[in-house]
C-alpha cells in the first residue's frame, strides 16, 4: 500500500508542476501511465502478500522438519545406544556359551570316563560271582547263595553251614567253605570284604559269654573274620567285621522257615572305588 501512495504522490506533484504546460494529449498519457502504475502497484503488492506467505510457510515446515530432524536424532542416539548395549550382552553371552560349551564337553568326556569304570566294574562284579558259584558249588545244597546286589557280590551261609546251634566255633563244614571262599578273595586283591553276622528275632538263653542277639551276631562275624585273615591269610586290611542281630532279616514272617533264612553270615565283596571316586572328585 505504501508503494502505491508514494506512485500517486509523485504524480499527483508532477501534475501540478505542469499543469499549465500539459496538452490535453499528454494529460491523457500521464493518466495511461497513472493507471499503469497503480496496476503495477496492485501486482507488485500481490506478489509481495504471496512472498510473505510463503515464506511464513517455509519458516512453518522449516520448523517442524527441525523438530522431526531432531526427534530422529534423539531415537538414533537411542538406538546407537541400545545397540552398543545388545553388542555387550552378545559378546558377554557369547563368551559364557563357549564357556559352558567348554564345560560341558569337559563333562561329558568324565561322565564317558565314570560310565566306561562302572561297566568295567560291572563286568569285574558279575565275573568274580560266576567264580565264586564255580568254587562254592558243592556248598549250594547246604544253604550258601550267591547273588549280585548294588554293584556288590553278596556271599550268604546259613548257619547251620557255619556253626553248631548256638555257638560261635566253625565247624569243619564251615571251614572248608570259607577255604574255598578264601583261595578266590586270595587272587582278587581289589576288593573289600564285609563280614556282616544275623540272627533271628529269638531271644538268647543261657549263652555264657554271649548276651544277646547283637552278641551272637558280632562275635559270629568276628570268628569267620580271623578264620579267613589268620588260618586263609585273606589281607586283614579289606575286612570288615559287623553285627546286624535280628534287625536285618530276608524274611520277616514269623516261622521256623523264616528264622532259619535270617540266621546268617554275610560275605558282602564290593569292588574298591578309588578310582572312579577320584575322577568324581576332580
Excluded at 520448523?63 to 545406544?81: R, V
Excluded at 556282616?196 to 559269654?209: A, C, F, R, S, W
Amino acid at each position: 500500500m505504501k508503494i502505491k501512495y508514494y506512485l500517486l504522490a509523485a504524480i499527483l506533484i508532477t501534475t501540478l508542476h505542469s499543469c499549465v504546460m500539459l496538452s490535453p494529449k499528454k494529460y491523457k498519457a500521464m493518466l495511461a501511465d497513472r493507471d499503469s502504475l497503480q496496476n503495477r502497484s496492485s501486482s507488485l503488492e500481490a506478489q509481495v502478500s504471496s512472498l510473505q506467505a510463503d515464506t511464513a510457510r517455509l519458516h512453518h515446515e522449516i520448523a517442524e522438519l527441525k523438530g522431526k530432524y531432531q526427534a530422529l536424532n534423539d531415537k538414533y542416539h537411542t538406538l546407537d545406544s541400545n545397540y552398543t548395549a545388545l553388542g555387550n550382552n552378545y559378546n558377554a553371552s557369547s563368551f559364557k556359551v563357549s564357556q559352558l560349551s567348554t564345560d560341558l564337553r569337559a563333562r561329558e568326556a568324565r561322565l564317558k570316563q565314570v560310565e566306561d569304570i562302572l561297566h568295567k566294574q560291572d563286568e569285574a562284579t558279575n565275573a568274580l560271582k560266576d567264580k565264586l558259584q564255580q568254587a562254592l558249588l558243592g556248598f549250594q545244597q547246604s544253604g550258601l547263595t550267591v547273588d549280585v546286589r548294588n554293584g556288590k557280590v553278596y556271599v550268604s551261609l546259613a548257619d547251620k553251614l557255619l556253626f553248631p546251634s548256638g555257638s560261635i566255633v566253625i565247624n569243619e563244614k564251615g571251614k572248608s567253605a570259607l577255604q574255598q571262599l578264601a583261595a578266590v578273595l586270595n587272587k582278587q586283591p581289589d576288593i573289600n570284604i564285609a563280614v556282616e553276622g544275623h540272627t533271628d528275632d529269638k531271644k538268647v538263653i543261657n549263652l555264657g559269654q554271649i548276651k544277646d542277639n547283637w552278641d551272637l551276631s558280632v562275635l559270629r562275624a568276628t570268628s569267620v573274620t580271623r578264620y579267613l585273615t589268620e588260618t586263609e591269610n585273606v589281607d586283614p586290611h579289606r575286612l570288615t567285621a559287623t553285627g546286624k542281630s535280628q534287625f536285618q532279616p530276608n524274611d520277616p514272617a514269623n516261622t521256623e522257615e523264616a528264622r532259619a533264612k535270617n540266621r546268617r553270615i554275610e560275605i558282602v565283596l564290593s569292588p574298591k572305588l578309588d578310582e572312579l571316586y577320584n575322577l568324581i572328585s576332580k
